[in-house]
């Protein structure tokens, strides 16, 4: 893929720097200075990992003793699988961030992607934060989504501007990631800003509900990053008013300016997969429960078998068929279990669909974006997973990945 260089819209009150601190990568930014304003509120959500990297430590304990005055996030090097030394590392960008900004140490968020296991190079961090700081500026957003990227091939970054009571108000999001993507929460790195003025609790409230269908529906590779997190900040900057209410008009509106900046950074992580050629939707209709219905979509999103058909645009019917019979769905009865490609109807009553065709089926998997329906026929709740196929050059990446 190539770098569309996408747009967005500044956010008021946030300001991002970014410079070369050669951490890991040469001639190229590694490091990002978010600030933001002084009455800005901060809603986050972190990985599942239990091995989560020190940075993720480090920011769920400041982000509980205070509101963030910046962010500061690294990549090349995730600090992750770095034990008691790795917590020292991160605290000691923290205390070097704020030191240069006159400003309390656990007012500074950490965040770090990149290889795992290996010592951080605090020295080489901190010497590059004076010119991350004298980059800042309201525009550096673009800037900012390149400088986080490892394998990725392009910056993801996108915005919606929002009218409330005759006044305007902005959300803006940058993410990155790739590869290990099957976040249980977030994605690799996420940013998200509004200049509205936000109760923290109902910011929270707003990033939760935003992630579920987007960040959390999504999966490349079946693999939880120790390094995930989100980060939803409000700035109020804006000239509409406070959202101190859930019920409110304008909290909804911001719900949904969100989960819609979400989901577009999601599936462009998805687009973005590691050697990835398709966009994948699953959905699983009719189902007892939630959890049945994701897990069988998942189980399909993770079989080998079927993303590497998927990457070979083969209708392989048989192996989607494995993989529904395979998920932890108790009692299913296949007889009453329909599978779809697109609109074209495969299985139905326990085989082969009457009517389907070879050529039928293989005119959806030529598609860069593919539709696979499940139906189980034992409930009313349904459940949609995003993913990618498995290509050669998935293998080549991660094979390549440390050399």
Known sequence: MTDQSPTFIPVAGVRLGSAAAGIRYRDRKDLVIVEL????????????????????????????????RYLLINSGNANAGTGDDGV??????????????????????????????????VE????????????????????????????????????????????????????????????????MLAYIATDLAVDPVLLQQCLE???????????????????????????????????NSAASELFQQLCEAVEAVCMELALAIVKDGEGATKLVQITVEEALTGAEAREVAYTIAHSPLVKTALFASDPNWGRILAAIGRADVPGLEIGKVELWLGEVCIVSGGGRAAGYTEAAGQAVMDAEEILIRVVLGRGDVSATVYTCDLSHEYVRINAEYRS
């Open 37 to 68: 304003a002084a009455d800005s509120a901060c809603a986050a959500i972190f990985t599942r990992n239990r091995f989560c990297a020190a940075p993720v430590l480090v920011a769920r304990d400041h982000l509980g003793r205070s509101q963030p």
């Open 88 to 121: 020292r590392s991160a605290l000691a960008c923290c205390r070097a961030l704020a030191a240069l900004r006159s400003c309390a140490a656990d007012q500074v968020l950490p965040f770090s992607t990149g290889v795992i296991g290996e010592t951080l190079p």
């Open 124 to 187: 080489r961090l901190a010497a590059a934060l004076p010119d991350a700081l004298s980059a800042l500026n309201q525009n550096g957003w673009l800037d900012a989504a390149r400088a986080i990227m490892t394998t990725d091939t392009v910056p993801k970054l996108c915005s919606r501007r929002m009218e409330y009571c005759g006044e305007h108000f902005t959300v803006t999001g940058m993410a990155k990631g790739s590869g290990m993507i099957r976040p249980d929460m977030a994605t």
């Open 209 to 243: 509900r935003a992630a579920a269908p987007s960040f959390n529906a999504i999966t490349v590779d079946g693999d939880t990053s120790t390094n995930d997190a989100c980060v939803l900040v409000a700035t109020a900057q804006s000239g509409c008013a406070p959202v």
